[in-house]
């Protein structure tokens, strides 16, 4: 045998063995401790969920999922961290629709959600998305809004973080019910919370969640949940549809591994994930955590309901972006 021969099939050989470990790899996966970086601050809807599915992932495999906040970028930070991680199955994208898919319509980012990530599943979907108002504007319908913004456009403030989800579910309303409101950058839940709460805006868009309470009090009202078909664990709180106008913007949340991770380890993520979601424990901590019913979407049917909410969305592109 020549030397080049020679050179050639230990090349051959290597590349197999290389190709056998790896597969052995993916199958045995987990093998250590995986890394979830979520987009966002801790105590939001995205950590809570985030952190509940760690908690039930290391019930099924036995190995612990460490959630680092990384925040920054509207959340741009923390998606090219995993992007240009080792595709190895070791660290891991939490996020939801409002990063992966509304930053491309803003302009934020340059990229579709799956160009330099492979989406494992939608492991949960927040349904507990309400328009809120703060005491001092009165408002508690979608037509005292709109009595209002029609009489007296551009007075009625929405606080909101530019660019983001919220953003979008502002201009939508705005949209379709034929007003103009006051867009306001108050930044994220946490800081929308503040400024209802001290009048500086009349209206957010929020999870349910961490205002449960203040509509107790009365301090906030719940004009209306954006979902087309109620969320019984919201009560009393009527949709924009029960109001006369549709607007379902429940929030997908997505898990993703960078590009190139191996689709034994993706699908083994999406099966964990499906079978967390059967677990009765885990549909009692998203109820109690964020009014949240349980949801989910396996590999390509994710992927299916993330190009249906891209096509969308871009709609409305070029008016996201003229009110950054």
Not at 49 to 63: D, L, Q, S
């Amino acid at each position: 045998m020549t030397l080049r021969r020679t050179v050639l099939a230990a090349a051959v050989a290597a590349a197999a063995l290389t190709t056998t470990f790896g597969i052995a790899h993916a199958a045995d996966w987990p093998t250590r401790p995986v890394q979830v970086i979520v987009p966002a601050g801790a105590g939001g809807d995205t950590d809570f969920n985030a952190r509940t599915m760690a908690r039930f992932f290391e019930k099924v495999t036995g190995k612990p999922m460490v959630v680092t906040n990384v925040k920054g970028g509207s959340g741009t930070i923390g998606m090219s961290q995993v992007e240009n991680a080792t595709p190895d199955g070791n660290t891991l994208f939490f996020a939801h629709t409002g990063i992966v898919i509304v930053n491309e319509v803003s302009g934020m980012i340059d990229r579709k959600f799956d160009s330099k990530l492979d989406i494992a599943c939608i492991p949960a979907v927040d349904k507990g998305m309400v328009l809120i108002s703060g005491k001092k504007s009165g408002f508690k319908s979608v037509s005292q809004v709109l009595e209002k913004a029609k009489a007296a456009p551009n007075t009625v403030i929405y606080g909101t973080e530019m660019g983001g989800y919220s953003h979008l579910q502002g201009l939508i309303f705005q949209k379709k019910s034929g007003i103009q409101m006051k867009f306001v950058d108050v930044g994220s839940a946490s800081d929308k919370i503040t400024s209802l709460l001290g009048g500086r805006i009349d209206l957010a868009s929020i999870s349910y969640g961490p205002v449960q309470d203040y509509a107790k009090t009365g301090d906030m009202a719940m004009v209306a949940q954006y979902n087309d078909v109620a969320n019984p664990l919201l009560g009393s709180i009527k949709t924009f549809k029960d109001q006369g106008m549709s607007l379902d913007m429940g929030k997908p949340y997505i898990i993703a591994f960078p590009k190139g991770t191996s689709p034994v380890i993706i699908k083994k993520m999406a099966d964990v994930m499906q079978q967390i979601t059967k677990d009765p424990a885990y549909a009692k901590a998203l109820e109690d955590g964020f009014k949240q019913p349980v949801s989910f979407y396996h590999t390509k049917e994710a992927n299916d309901v993330l190009n249906r909410v891209r096509t969308d969305f871009l709609q409305y592109k070029d008016l996201l972006q003229q009110k950054k």
